[in-house]
C-alpha cells in the first residue's frame, strides 16, 4: 500500500503514514492494511521496537472525510453499512485492530508525532506505548463534530491516561490541545523541538534495544491485564509474567553480566 511504508532496520521497524499532501488522514483501508501488517510484526520475535510516524508536515489530521460524506444525507449510512459490511459489529472490530496491535504488540510501539494529531491520528498516538512530540503538536478528538464517536480506541487509552470524566468533557468539548496541555496531563511522554524530534526517538529506540525483551513484553501484558482490576487480579497478571522472566536465559545474563562488570547482552529467550 502505498499510503503506509514500512521499512526496518535491524530489531527496529517504522511504519510512516504517507500521505502528506492530505496531512496523512487516513481511511478504511488503512486501517485493514495496519491490522494485517501489525499481526505479522508482532509474530516477529526479532523486533524490538515500532516506531509509528507521518510524512511531512503533520503526523495525521484525522480520517479522510471523503469515505463519510459521498452519500452524505441518503439512506445507506444509516446502519454504517457500506463502511463496514454485513455484520458492523465485526466490521468495526476489523477496523479498529488496525490500532489495537500497537498495544498488544510484544515489544516497545513509539508514536513519533509532529503537527496535527486529530480524530484517528490521535488514536493512533494513544495506541502506542509512548508519545515523543514535537512542540508544534496540536491534538483532539474531534469525532463529535461529524456526528460520530472515537470508535479506534480513544474511549479506552485516553480515560487510562486523564480518567473517564476528563476524557469525556474532552469529548464534549472538541478541545484542540497542544503541546504543554499534553505534556501536563501526560499525554505526552516527552516535548521536543520539531528539529530534535528524530534524536529523542532515538534515545528511546537505544533503551527498547538495550532491555530485556520478555519483561518489557511481561510488563506491558501486566499493566494491560492489570488495568481497572482487583489488586489480586493485577497481581496475578504480574507474577504469570515474571514467572516468564525468571526461567529466561536473560535472566542469567543479567547476572553474568553484574559478576562480570559489563552491559548485559539480553536475546529475548
Partial sequence: ?????????????RVTLNRPDKLNAQTPAMWLHLAEEGARLCDDTTIRAVVVAGTGRSFSAGIDITNFTANAGGDDNRDGGSIVGADPVAGVRALQAGFEWLEQAPFLTIARVQGHAFGAGMQLALACDVRVCADDVQMGLLELNWGLMPDLGGTVWLPRLIG??????????????????????????????????????????????????LAIRGAKRAIREGWGRSTEEGMEAAARAQLDCLRSRDFGEAAAAFMEGRTPNFSGS
Fill in 1 to 13: 500500500m502505498d499510503e503506509i511504508s514500512i521499512e526496518r532496520d535491524g530489531p527496529v521497524v
Fill in 164 to 213: 473517564p470524566t476528563a476524557a469525556l468533557e474532552h469529548m464534549l468539548r472538541g478541545d484542540k490541545w497542544r503541546a504543554d496541555d499534553l505534556l501536563r496531563l501526560g499525554i505526552a511522554n516527552q516535548v521536543v523541538a520539531r528539529d530534535d524530534l528524530d534524536s529523542a526517538i532515538d534515545e528511546y529506540l537505544q533503551l527498547a534495544c538495550s532491555r530485556p525483551p
